[in-house]
């Protein structure tokens, strides 16, 4: 295979990424699943799998774009990097705030004009080359910036960089934004359930906002699910839209118990899995209503594609399932 | 009324009516679910489809020995004539739900039952 005009011997089997790292080729990359698109590469010559252009704009697929990642090395002769400048655009950071000591809101504004839907996602690039996807909670019509949630990994290099050294002022590079994962107004009429872990409820706050500003009729139904109280790091905002909205409904959810100081919520806050007792309260409604309903599911990978499947099975059409797993590998030992 | 199986019983409209029901009963069937717990559910609902256009007589790519390459692997795995008339009898459940008149329907398991030597490596 020839890469930006060096010839590298893949192994058997090999991703054009794998490859490429391998050889210490300086390649932009993140899920490593097919997801985020950062690892965007351009075809010379060769064959592109069908499965290395999934989720791309048909722009990108007719310049031969492909997700390396995804692609083996087999049917690629040539390949070559795409020119940041169609890929990355900058914006500033207006303002960082603590939802809780693990999760922070960030208001980006986007230096020319971003066209986008509540729940796609944008990928940031810090100065180091590392690369994260996040999913924008921020409704295009009333939100004047792009606004992200961030949760705090215990090893997560880019968390980290945000959370310690990314300042209100700095520019950043983004890619996107991307994803099938938002709000149609097709869907007025149709029952919606959004199903949350941590900061999936970034984009499901976002694809909600959309929903009740476009005065949705069918019922609404949340589901965020967190470890404690403190990750429910929604709540106020959402028993507000709650209170305000008599089509949407919020179902917060705890795996650890409520502390005593807590415990005036308990008759809110569920013990348990969030997607448990979603698919449990799914279960009771009748097969039309299922059949109908729309699904957004967002967060933890294997939380959402069990969930999916068990949908599926419990009558969820498997077109009415959009998902968003939110993958990340510690790419620490990458060169770079 | 020479049109193709494919056309007369409703073509694309006719898979994509068809893939939710059928790939829903064969997750759910304890005897072959093993051979279908890929964990991308969009490649293998991609690959339900070519499998009902195929049984519909409709415009496909695949070829007796690609067949074989195809379920090869599964055939190492064990794939015998038990999973063969499970998924066959799937297709026939998922058809007669669909209400395909039962012409077609023979006609759609004759194309199935055709596939049976290279399906199972025989
Ligand atoms: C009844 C006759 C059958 C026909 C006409 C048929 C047809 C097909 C077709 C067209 C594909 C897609 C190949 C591709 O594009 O990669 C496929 C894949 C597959 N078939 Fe069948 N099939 C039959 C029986 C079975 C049976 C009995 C099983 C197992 C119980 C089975 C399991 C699978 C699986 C697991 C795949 C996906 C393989 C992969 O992931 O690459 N099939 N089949």
């Not at chain 2, 049109?3 to 072959?32: C, M, P, Q, W």
Request: charged letters at 20%.
């Amino acid at each position: 295979m020839i890469f930006a005009e060096k010839k590298l011997t893949p192994l058997d089997g090999e991703s054009v990424l794998d490859c490429l790292l391998r050889h210490a080729v300086p390649v932009d990359h993140s899920c490593k699943s097919g997801n985020c698109q950062s690892c965007l590469l351009k075809l010379s010559s060769g064959k592109i799998d069908p499965g290395a252009q999934k989720g791309l704009k048909p722009t990108a697929i007719k310049q031969g774009f492909f997700l390396a990642c995804q692609q083996p090395c087999e049917l690629i002769e040539a390949a070559s990097f795409i020119d940041a400048e169609l890929i990355f655009s900058h914006a500033r950071l207006v303002d960082k705030q603590f939802f809780n000591d693990e999760t922070c809101r960030l208001l980006l504004e986007p230096v020319s004009p971003t066209y986008y839907h509540a729940g796609q996602f944008i990928n940031l690039k810090n100065p180091h080359g590392v690369i994260r996807s996040y999913s924008i909670a921020s409704l295009p019509s009333n939100d004047r910036f792009l606004e992200l949630h961030v949760h705090k990994k215990s090893n997560g290099i880019m968390s980290h960089w945000i959370f310690d050294e990314f300042k209100v002022g700095d520019r950043i590079d983004f890619q996107g934004p991307i994803g099938e994962c938002f709000y149609t107004c097709l869907s007025i009429e149709q029952p919606l359930i959004l199903i949350g872990t941590s900061t999936g409820a970034a984009p499901l706050i976002g694809i909600l906002k959309d929903a009740l500003h476009s005065e949705h009729q069918g019922s609404i139904i949340f589901y965020h699910g967190a470890r404690n109280f403190e990750g429910l790091y929604l709540h106020e905002l959402l028993l507000e839209l709650e209170n305000s909205h008599s089509n949407f409904c919020y179902r917060p959810s705890i795996t650890e118990e409520l502390t005593s100081s807590e415990n005036e919520h308990s008759g809110k806050i569920k013990t348990g899995r969030c997607n448990e007792i979603a698919l449990q309260e799914m279960a009771l409604s009748n097969t039309s209503t299922i059949a109908n309903t729309l699904l957004f599911l967002c967060g933890n990978p294997e939380m959402v594609n069990m969930t999916r499947k068990r949908a599926f099975l419990a009558g969820v059409a498997s077109k009415n399932i959009y998902i968003d797993p939110f993958e990340y590998k510690d790419l620490r030992q990458a060169a770079r | 009324m020479n049109d193709t199986l494919f056309e007369r019983i409703g073509g694309e409209a006719a898979v994509n009516a068809a893939v939710d029901i059928f790939y829903r009963k064969v997750l759910s069937d304890d005897s072959i679910s093993q051979f279908f717990e890929d964990t991308d559910m969009d490649e293998q609902i991609t690959k339900q489809k070519s499998f009902l256009t195929m049984a519909f007589g409709g415009p496909n790519k695949y070829t007796g020995a690609d067949m074989r390459k195809a379920h090869a692997p599964l055939v190492e795995k064990g794939l015998n004539e038990a999973h063969f008339g499970a998924v066959a009898g799937h297709l026939q459940a998922t058809l007669e739900e669909l209400g395909v008149a039962t012409k077609l329907v023979n006609e759609v398991m004759a194309i199935a039952a055709s596939t049976h030597d290279d399906v199972l490596g025989l």
